[in-house]
């Protein structure tokens, strides 16, 4: 079983080690795709890129990632073609995730 970690002063938030992991990977792609300082920009993320960089299963990813956004750590926003075809979604970590990984950087449980 996946362990839990809780920010302090975050008691409505409670995440487990993936999605830490989901979360900081986002961070990553995210935090690069803008300019410095500018905070986090939207970036396109597979779920299978997702998976192999946290080393998940998909499924596992997918939940991770709902329940971040019902949670209002990330967004995220689906792309389509305009014939239909979708595309990556885009994913962004809100204010309150960056603030949650702040708390957790601050406590020490994560590093960076």
Known sequence: MAKKVRATGWASTRMNETMVQVL??????????????????????SLAGLSAATNKSEGTVRRSIKSMAEQGIVSVASVHLPNGGQLENLYCVTPRGGEYLAALRAQGIIEG
């Open 24 to 45: 900081l990977e986002i961070e990553r792609h995210s935090a690069s795709a803008g300019a410095a300082g500018q905070g986090f920009r939207p970036t396109s993320l």
